[in-house]
């Protein structure tokens, strides 16, 4: 018979969402793996490897994807992993030498620097004196050999002015000093205050090792499958064929002899009879009659359209209510009447 086609069953959302997720979930870790490859160098080497799992559910479906956790090891060559090794235990001591003597910076800083100008003066004046002490005190005794020499004694007016202006060159000579050594006193002062924490500081620092440099390889990612997409295009061509497939049903009980169904409601005998026929191929059944697809010969007025309908021989057997024969003899098939259409006689 000529059955109704069934529609395609729609896809299930929740299952195609899940699909969709799944297949996401494998694309992204194919990347991980893809896009971080093991590298070696001549310093050293870098590689990745999974060192166990961890569960993901995916709040929409419920469903629990197992994670692959991925663990990235960086190994030095022979060479440079002796030279951390020594760095590392010079580090170390290092370290340990300057936090015995950090203790001392505690008490050490509780003691502002004292930048004024009478503590600059005053360290100015006690640097600079230990030098100009001495060569005063020797211009000193060439000015009074000098003096004597010359038959000034103390006392006398000569004397006493040589003396003064010895003095006020003295005076003069400590005024220079810290007129044009306060900056170089300051900062000397400053210095030795960070001497201390700069030892220290160089202390921690730590020796020089040549670490690996690995490369950045360019590898383009793998596209995530649009499973969902397929899922709905697949469905698209299911619901066209079956469109297609019901458009065929349609046409065919509507081409039923090539004439219109108000002729077939009608009542009205059409000519059926086998001997009609050429060209004659089944192509289904109808309420338990079979259909067949065939033309007219050219004598009974064919003219190579193409018909679908019943063989009258057949109908006769079992419908014989259905079946007329003409005064020519011919067999002819009241399919109004066969097929229950309304309005048949």
Not at 28 to 57: E, I, M, Y
Not at 114 to 127: P, V, W
Not at 188 to 196: H, I, K, T
């Amino acid at each position: 018979m000529i059955s109704s086609p069934k529609p395609p069953k729609p896809p299930d959302p929740q299952e195609t969402a899940a699909a969709q997720t799944g297949t996401n979930v494998s694309t992204a870790v194919a990347n991980a793996w893809l896009q971080n490859p093991n590298q070696v160098t001549p310093d050293g080497s870098f590689t990745q490897s999974q060192t166990g799992t961890r569960k993901f559910v995916d709040g929409a479906t419920g469903k629990t994807y197992e994670i692959p956790i991925i663990t990235q090891t960086q190994t030095l060559s022979g060479q440079q992993q002796r030279i951390k090794n020594q760095s590392d235990a010079a580090s170390l001591n290092l370290a340990t030498i300057a936090n015995d003597q950090s203790g001392f910076l505690k008490g050490y800083l509780n003691k502002p620097f004292d930048g004024s100008n009478e503590a600059t003066e005053a360290r100015l004046m006690e640097l600079g004196r230990k030098r100009l002490d001495p060569i005063l005190a020797e211009r000193e005794d060439q000015t009074r050999t000098r003096l004597a020499n010359q038959g000034l004694k103390v006392g006398t007016e000569g004397y006493d002015r040589e003396m003064r202006n010895l003095s006020q060159s003295s005076n003069d000579a400590y005024n220079s000093l810290l007129l044009s050594g306060r900056q170089q006193a300051y900062q000397e002062a400053l210095a030795e205050r960070n001497q201390p924490i700069n030892e220290i500081g160089a202390l921690l620092g730590t020796g020089q090792v040549s670490m690996p440099q690995f490369m950045n390889p360019n590898i383009g990612a793998m596209p995530t499958t649009d499973y969902a997409g397929i899922v709905s295009d697949n469905y698209n061509q299911r619901m066209n064929a079956y469109n297609s497939q019901v458009q065929q049903r349609n046409n065919m009980l509507g081409g039923i002899l090539g004439f219109g169904g108000s002729i077939l409601s009608a009542g009205i005998p059409m000519l059926s009879d086998e001997r009609t026929k050429e060209d004659i191929k089944p192509v289904g059944t109808l309420k338990g009659h079979k259909l067949y697809e065939y033309e007219y010969k050219s004598e009974f007025g064919g003219d190579g359209e193409k018909h679908i309908g019943v063989m009258a021989q057949e109908v006769e057997k079992k419908r014989p209510d259905a079946v007329v024969v003409g005064s020519d003899g011919l067999r002819r098939v009241k399919y109004g009447q066969l097929f229950g259409m309304r309005g048949a006689a």
